[in-house]
């Protein structure tokens, strides 16, 4: 046999038995979600447990199956974009998005080919997430909380257990996409119910401190916290604060309220981070984002913690308390 014969028999007869081995690995490679978010993993450890449930719903463990990918901004919503980008250049199969609107516009800026799923908080459609709730289009739905939508409610549970009040602060996030926009329709609420408004604006510790200050200073009757992940994260400081200062708080999330502040009107989100992560199963297996419909939710529940109303000294009236989901005493 000739040289050039033989090494051609020879790498004929290597590939033939490398390819297979080869071939199966591709076949068992794990699928890859990658996960985008906001705020910081200890904070939401229980939702993210919720989302790997949903996972586990269709078939996928952490682990055995498939892979998480984790990139948390800590509250740095400027990076988002470059965290976004590193996920679509890892090509993952699917990419979650929480912590607030502006994570899922940020992976939806990234890319229109990688199938996103989102859990927030806000209403998709007004964000221009989706074209529609019923039919998100493009390669993104999700479910959402629509704590957004609460915020008319925390003013009429501010009226029904303070009604003598003529003063309050709202607190919001000013680094959040479109907060200008959804400040002034809770302003117009607010007015509209005869009250007087202290706008307070803060995006980290320091300010949310300052922020507390300012509304002493101005004898507010009470603060609406604005749902954000920032807050989120930092809902032990808000409930010192509140203590600190003795002004009654009003929030959209019930893990303000466990945490020591005095109410709260929301839905679950971990039921939206589990419904997250079925829709990412579903996607892995082949179904396409567009035709999954975006998850709204169906029960809304109110929280209150009497332990801090009397330290506040403020009276929960009893058609209030009777329509509590949950107190905490």
């Not at 509250?75 to 699917?94: C, G, I, K, M, Y």
């Not at 589990?274 to 709204?296: H, M, T």
Request: without cysteine; hydrophobic residues 45%.
């Amino acid at each position: 046999m000739k040289r050039r014969e033989f090494i051609a028999l020879l790498g004929s007869t290597v590939a033939s038995s490398v390819w297979p081995v080869v071939a199966r690995a591709q076949q068992t490679e794990m699928p890859v979600v990658g996960f985008l978010h906001s705020g910081s993993a200890g904070p939401y450890s229980s939702p993210l447990a919720a989302f790997q449930q949903g996972l586990s719903e269709t078939g996928f463990v952490a682990g055995r199956n498939v892979a998480i990918e984790f990139r948390w901004a800590e509250d740095r919503f400027d990076r988002l974009p470059t965290l976004a980008s590193e996920l679509v250049q890892r090509n993952v199969s699917v990419i979650f998005a929480g912590g607030g609107d502006i994570t899922a516009l940020a992976a939806k800026a990234a890319t229109s080919i990688i199938p996103i799923v989102f859990a927030i908080g806000a209403d998709p459609v007004k964000q221009g997430i989706v074209a529609s709730l019923n039919r998100p289009g493009g390669n993104i739905t999700g479910a959402t909380f629509l704590v957004v939508e609460l915020r008319p409610k925390l003013l009429e549970l501010i009226r029904e257990i303070l009604p003598k009040a003529s003063t309050i602060a709202v607190l919001g996030n000013p680094n959040r996409p479109n907060f200008e926009p959804l400040l002034d329709e809770v302003l117009g609420h607010a007015r509209a119910m005869g009250l007087q408004v202290q706008v307070l604006k803060a995006g980290s510790g320091g300010e949310i401190d300052a922020a507390f200050s300012t509304a002493k200073q101005a004898r507010v009757d009470a603060l609406l916290i604005l749902s954000d992940p920032v807050y989120y994260n930092r809902r032990d400081q808000l409930a010192r604060l509140e203590a600190t200062h003795n002004i009654p708080t009003f929030n959209s999330s019930r893990e303000q309220v466990v945490a020591g502040s005095l109410i709260s009107y929301d839905t679950s989100m971990e039921d939206a981070y589990r419904q997250a992560g079925v829709y990412a199963g579903r996607i892995i297996k082949g179904e396409k984002a567009s035709d999954l419909p975006v998850v709204q939710p169906t029960k809304f529940r109110l929280v209150i913690n009497l332990i801090t109303a009397k330290a506040l000294g403020v009276n929960i009236p009893p058609t209030v308390l009777a329509r509590a989901d949950e107190v905490i005493e």
